[in-house]
């Protein structure tokens, strides 16, 4: 293993967190194909929690995340979906997703201690162009 690839190792999640990410990406594509772009992000996420129920994937939705400066909390955050406390996940029905989205992300994550989170954009004629893949380095 060379250096590069030893920095990769390091910043990846693990196997058992990148099939987890896998699942809910697969039931995002369920939900997709069925209701396509044009609804509101908050019918995505409905439908969303269905899929995931019926995969029996462990979710929190609308969980409320503490936001600290310096030790102390300042004010509260709101992640769409904590994922088997261990995945951000991130809904949006806009017509990109553009750098803030993924900034609002990485604070996400700190705040959860989670290292990996998905922005899933369900606005996209096909899915896959919609779904960033966040990592905490």
């Excluded at 030893?6 to 039931?27: H, M, Q």
């Excluded at 019918?43 to 939705?61: F, G, N, W």
């Excluded at 553009?98 to 996209?124: D, V, W």
Aim: include cysteine; proline fraction near 3%; charged fraction near 25%.
């Amino acid at each position: 293993m060379n250096r590069r690839d030893a920095e990769s190792a390091e910043t990846e999640p693990d196997e058992e967190l990148n099939a987890l990410a896998g699942r809910v990406i697969g039931a995002a594509i369920a939900v997709h194909r069925v209701l396509g772009p044009g609804y509101l992000e908050s019918v995505y996420e409905q439908a969303l929690a269905i899929e995931l129920e019926a995969q029996s994937v462990p979710v929190a939705r609308q969980e409320t995340i503490a936001v600290t400066y310096r030790g102390r909390q300042v004010g509260e955050g709101r992640v769409d979906f904590l994922v088997h406390a261990k995945l951000v996940l991130e809904l949006k029905a806009v017509d990109r997703l553009a750098p803030i989205h993924r900034a609002q992300m990485i604070s996400y994550l700190k705040s959860t201690g989670c290292r990996l989170g998905l922005l899933i954009n369900f606005n996209e004629r096909t899915l896959s162009e919609g779904i960033w893949r966040v990592v905490l380095s």
